[in-house]
C-alpha cells in the first residue's frame, strides 16, 4: 500500500480494480468569546454600490500565506491541530513515512517554533503518525502506523509515559477518518461506516453510524460544546454527547461534496463548515448557513485546491490547512474592515461545459487573488440551461451576443466559432499572442493554427489534449485513414480496432480522428459523402467489435451499463480494457495529463508495444475570446494573457497540457508519488508509476508536434449523432442518412 499519505489516482479504465488511499485529519478546539464578530459583521453586508462614493459597503476577510518554518521538500506535513489553547500545532516527517524523523512546530500567530519538548519525538522511526489531538487537560493522543501497516492509539498525559488504549482499530487503517477527545476525554474515532466511541476507561462505549466517504481524505467531523458531528446520507449529523443519540441532521452547504470539507468548532454548539464555496457558520438551532469567506475569492475555488482541515484561531481568524498540485499549504483569513465587500468590477466568462476547462477556473481563482478589485463570475452554459437543449442554449447565447450583450469572455469550446468571426462578435488577440509567441513563451506550431493568413487571432486555447494509439503494429499503421481503416477491417473481419461499445462512441470518436478528412471546403462543414463512408465504416468496425445501438445492463455480467455510456468525442475508457483481455487490437486513448499517461506507460513497457500520436492531430480546450461587446474589454484581455502565463500553466490539472514552451519545464521537474494497480477480468495486477524524467520528456516532445487541431461544433456533432441513427438501427441506408444529416446542416448554416 504504497505512499498511503496520497490520494492514488485511478486511471480513466472501465473496470479496473483501483487501490486509493489518503490522508485525513481531526477537529478543532472551540475558539474564544467574540472570535465571531467580525465574521457576524461581514454579512450585515448591502448590496454593490459605486465604487467611487464613500457608500461602498466594506469589509471582508482576506487570504494571506502562512510560510512554513522549513524549506519546501526538506520535510512533510502530517497533521496540524490545536492544544487545549487553540494554539496552532504542526507536526512533520523528515525522510520517507516507514523511516521518518517526526518534529512539532508551534505558531503564535506570527511565526513558528520548534516543540523540541514533544512527545511525538518518542515515536520510533518505522512509525507513521496519521491523526493527533489534544485533550482538554493537555494530554496528546496519537494514532499511528507501524511497518505492519497496523493502527495503534496512544495517548501521552503530562508526567506519564505512553501509554496505549485498545479501541478495535488495528485493522481498520485505511477506513478512519481523524480522531477527537471531548472534554471529558472521551474519544470519538470515524471510520468508515461508523463512529468508535471511547471511553475514559479505554473500552468502546458505542459505535454511531456514518456516512461512508470511502476516503481517508476526508475531515467533516467535528466536537461542539454538547455534541458529536459527522456526515449522514442527507446531512451533517448532530450526536448528543451524553446520551449518543441523534439529535438531528443539518442539510449540507452546497451538495454531497460537502463530505469532503472540513468542519470546525464554534462557539458553544454553533460549527463552521469549510468547502470550495467558502467558510461558513451554523448557529446553534440555526437552520441557514451564513457564509463567512466567500472562497470564490480565494484559494478555495480552485480546482487543483482541496481542503484538509479548517481551524478556527483566537483572534477573529481562520486558518485552512489544504493541499494544492500535492504541496501542502496552510492559509489565513483574517477580517479587513477596509476592504470593499464585494469587488468593484465584475469580469463574467461563460462556457458551455465549465466543468471540463478546469484550467479556467483555476486562471480564474488565481486572477481573483492577484486583482482584489475584480471577481470573476464563470456561468456554465450547462448548469444555467438545465433540461434544455444544447443546441436551444446556443441559440439563446448566439442571440445575445449579436444584439450586444453577454460574457465578457466566452470559452469558446462547442461554439460556432466561425460564425462569431464573420459576424464580428470577437476581438482580435494578436497584440497579446504574437508578442508571447515571438518570445518563445507559446509553442510556435499552437500558435500558427489559431493565426489567420493576417496575423489576427481571434481565439487560443489553455490547454490541448493527445490522442495516441498503441497495439498491434499492424492494426496501429493502417489508422491513418478512414479508407486503410475500412480495407484492414474488411480483410479482418474476426478482429476489432474499437472496443465493444454502443456505435455512437465509435461514430464520435472517428469523427474527432478523421475530422479533417471528413470536411469539406466551407470550414466548420462537412463532406456529405465522405460522411456516407463514415457511416458504414463505423458499422463495420462496430460490427467486429460486437457493438450495439445500445445494450442491456445485464450485458457480460452487468457491463453493458458501462457500455452505453456514450464521451462526448468517444474516448469512453474502454479501450485499454478491450487490448488487455485481447478483444481489440489497438486502444486509442485521448491524454489530457501526465496522470493519463500512467497506464499507457505501464501496457506498453509490459507488452513491448510503440506508443504514436494520432496523425500530429490534437484537441484544444479551453478555447478563450474576448467578445466586441463586453463591458469589461481590458480586463478581459488581461485575463486571456493571465491564463497563458507560467502561474497558471505550471499546474496540471488533467484536463489537458499546457500552450505555454515556458511552462514545459515545469512538467517535467514535476514529481509524484502518485501510484495505481489494475487488473481486467481476474487477470494479472499491473502497477503503474507516475512518468520519469525519460517518459515525461517524450511526452511534452509530442507538443512540438501538434499541427492540426480538432474542433467540432457541439450542434453539428448533435446533429449527426441523431441524424443517422437510422442507419445504425437498421431503418436507412449509409446513403439516405447523409443525406437526413445534410439538409439539417443546410437549414442549420442557413440561420
Same mark, same amino acid.
Given at each position: 500500500m504504497?505512499?498511503?499519505?496520497?490520494?492514488?489516482?485511478?486511471?480513466?479504465?472501465?473496470?479496473?480494480?483501483?487501490m486509493?488511499v489518503?490522508?485525513?485529519?481531526? +477537529?478543532?478546539?472551540?475558539?474564544?468569546?467574540?472570535?465571531?464578530?467580525?465574521?457576524?459583521?461581514?454579512t450585515k453586508q448591502?448590496?454593490?454600490?459605486?465604487?467611487?462614493?464613500?457608500?461602498?459597503?466594506?469589509?471582508?476577510?482576506?487570504?494571506?500565506?502562512?510560510?512554513y518554518?522549513?524549506?519546501?521538500?526538506?520535510? =512533510?506535513?502530517?497533521?496540524?491541530?490545536?492544544?487545549?489553547?487553540?494554539?496552532?500545532?504542526?507536526?512533520?516527517?523528515?525522510?520517507?513515512?516507514?523511516?521518518?524523523?517526526?518534529?512539532?512546530?508551534r505558531?503564535?500567530?506570527?511565526?513558528?517554533?520548534e516543540?523540541?519538548?514533544?512527545?511525538?519525538?518518542?515515536l520510533?522511526?518505522?512509525?507513521?503518525?496519521?491523526?493527533?489531538?489534544?485533550?482538554?487537560?493537555?494530554t496528546?493522543?496519537?494514532?499511528?502506523?507501524?511497518?505492519?501497516?497496523?493502527a495503534?492509539?496512544?495517548?501521552?498525559a503530562?508526567?506519564?509515559?505512553?501509554?496505549?488504549?485498545?479501541?478495535?482499530?488495528?485493522?481498520?487503517?485505511v477506513?478512519l477518518?481523524?480522531?477527537?477527545?471531548?472534554?471529558?476525554?472521551?474519544?470519538?474515532?470515524?471510520?468508515g461506516d461508523?463512529?468508535?466511541?471511547?471511553?475514559?476507561?479505554?473500552v468502546?462505549?458505542? %459505535?454511531?453510524?456514518?456516512?461512508?466517504?470511502?476516503?481517508?481524505?476526508c475531515?467533516?467531523?467535528?466536537l461542539?460544546?454538547?455534541?458529536?458531528?459527522t456526515?449522514?446520507?442527507r446531512?451533517?449529523?448532530?450526536?448528543?454527547?451524553?446520551?449518543?443519540?441523534?439529535?438531528?441532521?443539518?442539510?449540507?452547504?452546497?451538495?454531497?461534496?460537502d463530505?469532503?470539507?472540513s468542519?470546525?468548532? +464554534?462557539?458553544?454548539?454553533?460549527?463552521?463548515?469549510?468547502?470550495?464555496?467558502?467558510?461558513?457558520?451554523?448557529?446553534?438551532q440555526?437552520?441557514m448557513?451564513?457564509?463567512?469567506?466567500?472562497?470564490?475569492?480565494n484559494?478555495?475555488?480552485?480546482?487543483?485546491?482541496?481542503?484538509?482541515?479548517?481551524?478556527v484561531g483566537n483572534?477573529?481568524?481562520?486558518?485552512?490547512?489544504y493541499?494544492?498540485?500535492?504541496?501542502?499549504?496552510l492559509?489565513?483569513?483574517?477580517?479587513?474592515?477596509?476592504?470593499?465587500?464585494?469587488?468593484?468590477?465584475?469580469?463574467?466568462? $461563460?462556457?458551455?461545459?465549465?466543468?471540463?476547462?478546469?484550467?479556467?477556473?483555476?486562471?480564474?481563482?488565481?486572477?481573483?487573488?492577484?486583482?482584489p478589485?475584480?471577481?470573476?463570475e464563470?456561468?456554465?452554459?450547462?448548469?444555467?440551461?438545465?433540461?434544455?437543449?444544447?443546441s436551444?442554449?446556443?441559440?439563446?447565447?448566439?442571440?445575445? !451576443?449579436?444584439?450586444g450583450?453577454?460574457?465578457?469572455?466566452l470559452?469558446l469550446d462547442?461554439?460556432?466559432?466561425?460564425s462569431?468571426?464573420?459576424?464580428?462578435?470577437?476581438?482580435?488577440?494578436?497584440d497579446?499572442?504574437?508578442?508571447?509567441? %515571438?518570445?518563445?513563451?507559446?509553442?510556435p &506550431?499552437?500558435?500558427?493554427?489559431?493565426?489567420?493568413?493576417?496575423?489576427?487571432?481571434?481565439?487560443?486555447?489553455?490547454?490541448?489534449?493527445?490522442?495516441?494509439?498503441?497495439?498491434?503494429?499492424?492494426?496501429?499503421?493502417?489508422?491513418?485513414?478512414?479508407?486503410?481503416l475500412?480495407?484492414?477491417?474488411?480483410? &479482418?473481419?474476426d478482429?476489432?480496432?474499437?472496443?465493444?461499445?454502443?456505435?455512437?462512441?465509435?461514430?464520435r470518436?472517428?469523427i474527432?480522428?478523421?475530422?479533417?478528412?471528413?470536411?469539406?471546403?466551407?470550414?466548420g462543414?462537412?463532406?456529405?459523402?465522405?460522411v456516407?463512408? !463514415?457511416?458504414?465504416?463505423?458499422?463495420l468496425?462496430?460490427?467486429?467489435? +460486437?457493438?450495439?445501438?445500445?445494450?442491456?445492463e445485464?450485458?457480460?455480467?452487468?457491463?453493458?451499463?458501462?457500455?452505453?455510456?456514450a464521451?462526448?468525442?468517444?474516448?469512453t475508457?474502454?479501450?485499454?480494457?478491450?487490448l488487455?483481455?485481447?478483444?481489440?487490437?489497438?486502444?486509442?486513448?485521448?491524454?489530457?495529463?501526465?496522470?493519463?499517461?500512467?497506464t499507457p506507460?505501464?501496457?506498453?513497457?509490459?507488452?513491448?508495444?510503440?506508443?504514436?500520436?494520432?496523425?500530429?492531430?490534437? $484537441?484544444?480546450?479551453g478555447?478563450?475570446?474576448?467578445?466586441s461587446?463586453?463591458?469589461? %474589454?481590458?480586463?478581459? =484581455?488581461?485575463?486571456?494573457?493571465?491564463?497563458?502565463?507560467? %502561474?497558471?500553466?505550471? +499546474?496540471?490539472?488533467?484536463?489537458?497540457?499546457?500552450v505555454?514552451?515556458?511552462a514545459?519545464g515545469?512538467?517535467?521537474?514535476?514529481?509524484?508519488?502518485?501510484s495505481?494497480?489494475?487488473?481486467?477480468?481476474?487477470?494479472?495486477?499491473?502497477?503503474?508509476e507516475?512518468?520519469?524524467?525519460?517518459k515525461k520528456e517524450?511526452?511534452?516532445?509530442?507538443?512540438d508536434?501538434?499541427?492540426?487541431?480538432?474542433?467540432?461544433?457541439?450542434?453539428?456533432?448533435?446533429?449527426?449523432?441523431?441524424?443517422?441513427?437510422?442507419?445504425?438501427?437498421?431503418?436507412?441506408?449509409?446513403?439516405e442518412?447523409?443525406?437526413?444529416?445534410?439538409?439539417?446542416?443546410?437549414?442549420?448554416?442557413?440561420e
Amino acid at each position: 500500500m504504497k505512499n498511503r499519505h496520497l490520494i492514488q489516482r485511478a486511471a480513466a479504465l472501465a473496470l479496473a480494480a483501483v487501490m486509493a488511499v489518503m490522508t485525513a485529519g481531526c +477537529g478543532a478546539k472551540e475558539q474564544k468569546e467574540g472570535a465571531t464578530e467580525g465574521a457576524k459583521d461581514s454579512t450585515k453586508q448591502a448590496g454593490t454600490a459605486d465604487p467611487g462614493t464613500a457608500d461602498v459597503a466594506k469589509g471582508r476577510y482576506v487570504e494571506q500565506a502562512v510560510a512554513y518554518p522549513f524549506e519546501a521538500g526538506t520535510e =512533510r506535513v502530517v497533521d496540524i491541530i490545536q492544544d487545549q489553547n487553540g494554539e496552532l500545532v504542526m507536526f512533520t516527517l523528515i525522510g520517507q513515512e516507514v523511516d521518518g524523523k517526526k518534529k512539532a512546530y508551534r505558531y503564535d500567530g506570527s511565526s513558528w517554533s520548534e516543540d523540541t519538548a514533544s512527545p511525538v519525538q518518542e515515536l520510533q522511526d518505522s512509525d507513521y503518525l496519521t491523526y493527533s489531538a489534544y485533550g482538554a487537560d493537555g494530554t496528546l493522543y496519537l494514532i499511528y502506523a507501524d511497518q505492519s501497516y497496523k493502527a495503534h492509539l496512544v495517548k501521552f498525559a503530562e508526567g506519564q509515559p505512553m501509554q496505549e488504549i485498545s479501541a478495535g482499530i488495528e485493522d481498520a487503517m485505511v477506513l478512519l477518518n481523524g480522531l477527537y477527545v471531548s472534554e471529558d476525554g472521551t474519544l470519538f474515532i470515524p471510520s468508515g461506516d461508523q463512529v468508535i466511541v471511547v471511553g475514559t476507561d479505554g473500552v468502546v462505549e458505542k %459505535k454511531l453510524p456514518q456516512r461512508n466517504s470511502h476516503s481517508n481524505f476526508c475531515d467533516s467531523h467535528t466536537l461542539t460544546a454538547n455534541s458529536f458531528m459527522t456526515t449522514g446520507d442527507r446531512g451533517f449529523l448532530r450526536y448528543d454527547l451524553k446520551s449518543l443519540a441523534e439529535k438531528e441532521v443539518i442539510p449540507f452547504q452546497t451538495d454531497e461534496s460537502d463530505v469532503y470539507g472540513s468542519l470546525a468548532r +464554534g462557539e458553544g454548539d454553533d460549527f463552521y463548515l469549510a468547502n470550495t464555496k467558502g467558510i461558513h457558520h451554523m448557529a446553534d438551532q440555526g437552520t441557514m448557513w451564513e457564509t463567512i469567506v466567500d472562497g470564490s475569492l480565494n484559494s478555495m475555488s480552485m480546482p487543483s485546491a482541496y481542503v484538509k482541515r479548517l481551524l478556527v484561531g483566537n483572534d477573529n481568524d481562520f486558518y485552512l490547512w489544504y493541499s494544492e498540485s500535492e504541496e501542502q499549504k496552510l492559509a489565513r483569513y483574517t477580517y479587513d474592515p477596509e476592504m470593499p465587500t464585494i469587488p468593484s468590477k465584475t469580469l463574467t466568462v $461563460y462556457g458551455l461545459n465549465l466543468s471540463e476547462n478546469q484550467t479556467v477556473k483555476q486562471a480564474a481563482a488565481l486572477f481573483q487573488m492577484e486583482h482584489p478589485d475584480v471577481r470573476v463570475e464563470l456561468i456554465d452554459g450547462a448548469g444555467e440551461s438545465g433540461s434544455t437543449l444544447k443546441s436551444d442554449t446556443i441559440r439563446s447565447l448566439n442571440a445575445e !451576443l449579436l444584439n450586444g450583450n453577454g460574457a465578457d469572455v466566452l470559452v469558446l469550446d462547442g461554439l460556432p466559432i466561425e460564425s462569431y468571426i464573420e459576424k464580428g462578435v470577437l476581438e482580435d488577440l494578436s497584440d497579446i499572442i504574437t508578442p508571447m509567441v %515571438k518570445a518563445g513563451e507559446l509553442y510556435p &506550431n499552437i500558435a500558427e493554427s489559431f493565426t489567420g493568413s493576417d496575423g489576427s487571432v481571434y481565439q487560443y486555447p489553455v490547454r490541448v489534449t493527445i490522442p495516441i494509439m498503441y497495439g498491434d503494429g499492424t492494426a496501429v499503421s493502417q489508422m491513418a485513414a478512414i479508407g486503410s481503416l475500412r480495407a484492414w477491417q474488411e480483410a &479482418n473481419p474476426d478482429k476489432a480496432l474499437f472496443p465493444k461499445t454502443i456505435y455512437e462512441n465509435i461514430l464520435r470518436q472517428m469523427i474527432y480522428l478523421y475530422y479533417p478528412e471528413l470536411a469539406g471546403k466551407d470550414a466548420g462543414q462537412l463532406d456529405t459523402e465522405k460522411v456516407r463512408i !463514415l457511416l458504414e465504416t463505423a458499422k463495420l468496425a462496430g460490427d467486429a467489435s +460486437g457493438s450495439k445501438v445500445v445494450f442491456d445492463e445485464s450485458e457480460d455480467g452487468g457491463r453493458g451499463r458501462v457500455y452505453n455510456a456514450a464521451d462526448t468525442r468517444g474516448f469512453t475508457g474502454l479501450s485499454d480494457y478491450g487490448l488487455l483481455t485481447k478483444n481489440a487490437e489497438i486502444s486509442l486513448v485521448e491524454l489530457a495529463g501526465m496522470m493519463d499517461v500512467m497506464t499507457p506507460v505501464a501496457i506498453v513497457d509490459k507488452y513491448g508495444y510503440q506508443m504514436e500520436q494520432f496523425n500530429d492531430i490534437y $484537441y484544444p480546450k479551453g478555447l478563450l475570446g474576448v467578445t466586441s461587446f463586453g463591458k469589461e %474589454k481590458e480586463t478581459a =484581455r488581461e485575463f486571456v494573457a493571465f491564463a497563458l502565463s507560467p %502561474k497558471v500553466q505550471n +499546474g496540471d490539472l488533467n484536463d489537458g497540457f499546457t500552450v505555454s514552451k515556458t511552462a514545459s519545464g515545469a512538467w517535467i521537474e514535476r514529481t509524484s508519488m502518485v501510484s495505481i494497480g489494475f487488473s481486467f477480468d481476474g487477470g494479472d495486477m499491473m502497477s503503474a508509476e507516475y512518468p520519469d524524467d525519460k517518459k515525461k520528456e517524450e511526452i511534452m516532445g509530442m507538443l512540438d508536434k501538434l499541427h492540426t487541431p480538432i474542433s467540432v461544433d457541439d450542434i453539428l456533432l448533435e446533429m449527426i449523432v441523431s441524424e443517422t441513427k437510422g442507419y445504425f438501427e437498421g431503418k436507412q441506408t449509409a446513403a439516405e442518412a447523409a443525406g437526413q444529416f445534410e439538409n439539417k446542416t443546410k437549414l442549420y448554416y442557413a440561420e
